[in-house]
């Protein structure tokens, strides 16, 4: 199956998804971790342009840009991972690209999902974790971190917002979206995940 996390900058879910795989490997369970945008070598370099502070793209063409990695990762990765029968954990999805594209960029969020649909070849993921947190916890946690910030983190309040609603609306939509308080700590969110996953594939 496919399982993704999702959630704004600083929500935790990359910290959540490497405790979440070590707990299914503990089970025996065969994983692949991955992420979006990257998790292939021309995937890589698309991310580096992205997220590459200074660089200006449209909507449209962050859209396209997305989905262009996002199509070689499915071929390459995803897709031969769940022909083998192991549990594919990717770090953004297609929820990311509707909700910050879409919801974030003001893009038609049908158009943006047909794109995302097209480029995963309609592999869709099976549970997905939406790791929610305010935009205060979010800036209080980037501004912790001794790195500089990406071109995504350095947008304004207002557009972390909308996606921020984006997502609560997708989750809100969506039955296999989990939403997870991203303000607890990260032993009682990996709980409640292990709880979820639990009902969904005993």
Known sequence: MLITFEGIEGSGKSTLLAGFNRALQSMGRKTVVTREPGGTASGDAVRELFLRPGMEWSAFAETLLINASRSQLVKEVIAPALARGEIVLCDRYI?????????????????????????????????????????????????????????????????????????LRLADSEPRIVRIDGERSQEEMLDAVLAAFSAFAP
């Open 95 to 167: 929820d990311s690209t509707i909700a910050y594209q879409a919801y974030g960029r003001g893009l038609p969020v049908e158009t943006v999902r047909e794109l995302c649909a097209i480029a995963a070849d309609s592999v869709f993921p099976d549970l997905t974790f939406l790791v929610d947190i305010s935009y205060e916890t979010s800036r209080k946690r980037l501004a912790a971190r001794d790195a500089q910030t990406d071109r995504l983190e350095q947008e304004s309040a207002a557009f972390h917002e909308r996606v921020r609603q984006g997502y």
